[in-house]
């Protein structure tokens, strides 16, 4: 394997802690599971803000079972999903049972000195341990606490439970994704990453960054409410629109766009590219390119919606043009013309992908018990508060007794009755 595709921590500094982030300061608890919560933590952290994820005695976050594969300890028996990876870095992972008085109150002193907290339970469970909003509030008005829920806090749904594909059925996405009627294999289809766990994450990013800033113009902060299903209804965009506004549904279109020809997957002679125009310039010089100058002017093809109209007929001529050379070929030659096009990668093609590595998105993090963990490095790039690395993702609870003794002054003593009780 290509040894550029390692790649540590961004500095020494960062790898020793000592490197501060644009959310140097901030304290954060995580109490949410699975992917949509995990994820708003991880970014706050690689902000640089100091997260505490507070997880169920025992097992801890759902995640950390669902699996294969596995990330494997190099010395244990131990094995953690390479899933839970991808959401949990650069936090503190203390194991607490909030449904035990003793735990509801660690919870409420640790909530006393936190500027943040996200939680994904059932909508109104908190609330059943004297631990929802109201009750945090009133000993920390200046708490912003972020609830991500399938359905939100309001409405006929709210105590319903939801997951990413329930949601993206639910949300219109896989109405919209799958091939065209009439093809084999038609019909909905659910898009192959849990984007609308993803969406509600960063929207909970969102809300939270902008609570913050309003927080130091007010001094108070406030409930924030992230739906899944309102997520991922955001995120149709001019498929919505186009309903909204003309009831004019878009088909499903498979791997062709619903609206911008050329703009799909196109054979040649070793394989498939992507190719991409969106306005009639872009066209000519894709038709430039591939020997074809006098479509930029064809009644059929030169403009965007005579193409849509005659997509069949275009996309055929294009793939005779196309036919005559290989991949490196066609992507050097349509690059160099100002029009986008791309290969179709998988796993492997994107971990050597010299783009990558220098954008620095591959990250190798070193865990005391579970060794070398790979991760994906963050998107956010500043000029001046770079995203920091600190901490590989935790395992359960392997902070706890630090956590218990440096924010809260508990003794050992204190500690191992907890224990005894399996507060913590």
């Not at 100091?50 to 801890?60: A, P, S």
């Not at 003793?102 to 409420?108: F, N």
């Not at 606490?145 to 949601?167: E, H, M």
Request: net charge negative.
């Amino acid at each position: 394997m290509d040894d550029r595709s390692y790649q540590s921590a961004a500095s020494a500094d960062e790898a020793d802690g000592s490197a501060e982030g644009v959310l140097s300061g901030i304290k954060v608890l995580d109490l949410s599971r699975v992917v949509a919560g995990p994820l708003a933590g991880q970014t706050l952290a690689d902000l640089g803000a100091d997260v505490i994820k507070i997880e169920r005695v025992g097992d801890g976050d759902d995640l950390r079972t669902l699996g294969p594969p596995w990330v494997t300890s190099p010395t244990t028996d131990l094995e953690q999903s390479t899933y839970f990876q991808t959401v949990n870095r650069g936090k503190h992972s203390l194991t607490l049972d909030f449904s035990q008085p003793e735990g509801a109150e660690i919870l409420r002193e640790l909530a006393k000195e936190a500027d943040v907290l996200i939680e994904n339970f059932r909508t109104g469970t908190l609330d059943r341990y004297g631990l929802g909003y109201g009750d945090l509030k009133a000993i920390n008005p200046g708490l912003i606490f972020c609830s991500i829920t399938g359905f939100g806090q309001s409405g006929p749904y709210a105590d319903r439970s939801g997951y990413d594909y329930l949601v993206q059925a639910m949300g219109g996405q896989m109405a919209v994704t799958g091939l065209p009627e009439g093809m084999t294999g038609a019909g909905p289809m659910r898009v192959g990453v849990p984007i609308a766990d993803i969406t509600a994450g960063n929207n909970a990013v969102i809300g939270i960054l902008s609570a913050l800033l309003h927080r130091e113009k007010s001094g108070t902060g406030q409930h924030i409410d992230i739906a899944l299903l309102d997520s991922q209804v955001a995120l149709l965009l001019n498929s919505l629109s186009a309903w909204l506004n003309a009831r004019a549904p878009l088909p499903r279109t498979g791997n062709d766009h619903p609206t911008a020809v050329p703009n799909g997957v196109f054979a040649v002679k070793d394989g498939h590219i992507l190719i991409a125009t969106f306005n009639d310039r872009e066209f000519a010089r894709l038709a430039e390119v591939l020997e074809h100058p006098e479509w930029a002017t064809d009644p059929k093809y030169a403009r965007s919606r005579d193409r849509l109209a005659n997509r069949r007929e275009l996309t055929r001529d294009m793939t005779e043009a196309l036919s005559h050379h290989d991949k490196q070929h066609w992507m050097n030659a349509i690059n160099n013309a100002k029009v986008s096009c791309g290969p179709i990668n998988d796993m492997g093609d994107i971990e050597r992908d010299e783009q990558l590595f220098e954008r620095g998105m591959f990250v190798t993090l070193e865990h005391p018990v579970m060794g070398e963990v790979r991760v994906v490095g963050s998107p956010l790039k500043f000029s001046d508060t770079p995203v920091i690395y600190p901490k590989a993702p935790p395992l359960a609870g392997e902070d706890t007794e630090t956590i218990l003794k440096e924010r809260l002054t508990l003794t050992d003593q204190d500690i191992q009755g907890l224990r005894a009780k399996k507060v913590v």
